[in-house]
């Protein structure tokens, strides 16, 4: 019988799915809704971002331990971007090596939309990072 104390292995992939969603409910929200226009590096992690909720679905839906596999190089690449991108807004990179072009909003522009308290590249930030821990303490069979 298996211990009740401990969670169901598919709490990983659901929480990761959870969290995927719910970035991706929260930038169509800010740019749909709020009407804020993304900046390029918003743009480069919604890329990442999104194809992550229908993969983290069917891996859930499956049951597929193997999901981490399809999902952690969309994962890393988003977090990749989102730790340059909070670079760029805490000032830690020069604003000279930003992508950002006059067209669109600056990467770095503090009257961007802060949500919670907290600026968008953070929470962008904190939604690969947490993906991430959660697809790489995944339990389940290697394929």
């Not at 598919?10 to 800010?30: H, K, N, S, V, W």
């Not at 480069?44 to 891996?59: C, K, N």
């Not at 989102?82 to 000032?91: E, I, K, R, T």
């Amino acid at each position: 019988m298996p211990d009740r104390a401990s969670p169901p292995s598919d709490a990983p992939i659901l929480a990761a799915f959870l969290i995927a969603l719910g970035a991706t409910l929260g930038a169509l929200f800010i740019g749909e809704v709020m009407g804020q226009m993304p900046c390029v590096l918003c743009w480069y992690q919604r890329i990442a971002m999104f194809p992550l909720v229908p993969i983290l679905a069917i891996g859930l839906w499956r049951q597929d331990a193997a999901v981490r596999f399809y999902a952690l190089p969309l994962v890393l690449a988003g977090l990749a971007v989102a730790v340059w991108h909070s670079g760029l807004y805490a000032g830690l990179i020069p604003e000279g090596v930003t992508p950002c072009t006059e067209n669109g909003p600056s990467c770095s522009d503090r009257t961007q939309m802060a949500v919670l308290g907290l600026p968008i590249p953070y929470l962008s930030l904190g939604a690969f990072g947490a993906t991430a821990l959660c697809l790489i303490f995944m339990k389940g069979k290697r394929p």
